[in-house]
């Protein structure tokens, strides 16, 4: 099981939150980082888009088709979890459920002009110090306030994932010979 599925089943069942995935859409703009933030459907507050896991989908592929449906997003998702933070989802006037996000950063491409959700929501781009002020979550707002981009390039590998690697002395060369 992957360190990203250890944490989907450790939540899951843990008080009774629930696992969503997030994405931290972003791009370089005139003077700095820019985050992309959505407003939410019931409230209109300032959120990242996020939602359930999918079946058949990574935690940051999930990420990556919230970020189309709710905000037209196009770009280079990181596989990397950048942060995590909690909220109540309002199911009803009367009733909230605890929710666990892990954020996965988004580098965007292009936003499109027509997306699923487009007539429920309000996007805007806001610098990083100012979308950290916006949203509710303060442990979101950690997250937003604290984001570097990552160098340009391949992300950088999760342990035993990079082929590149290069080999531990204490197991040989990695051809099978010894030292």
Known sequence: MGWQQKIQARDAGAGGVKVQ????????GGKGVEVL????????????????????????????????????VHGQINPCCIGRFGYQKCLSASTAIPCAVAVYGLRVESLASSFPEMKERRRKWFPL???????????????????????????????????????????????????
């Open 21 to 28: 995935y997030g994405a931290l859409c972003w791009r370089d």
């Open 37 to 72: 933030l959505i407003t939410s459907r019931d409230t209109g507050r300032w959120v990242i888009p996020k939602g359930w896991p999918m079946p058949g989908l990574a935690p940051e592929a999930a990420a990556a088709q919230e970020a189309w449906e709710e905000a037209g």
């Open 129 to 179: 110090d100012e979308a950290a002020a916006l949203v509710a979550e303060p442990e979101l707002s950690r997250i937003i306030a604290g984001f570097t981009p990552p160098k340009d390039g391949r992300p950088a590998p999760i342990a035993a994932e990079d082929d590149d690697a290069a080999p531990d002395p204490r197991l040989g060369d990695g051809k099978g010979r010894g030292h």
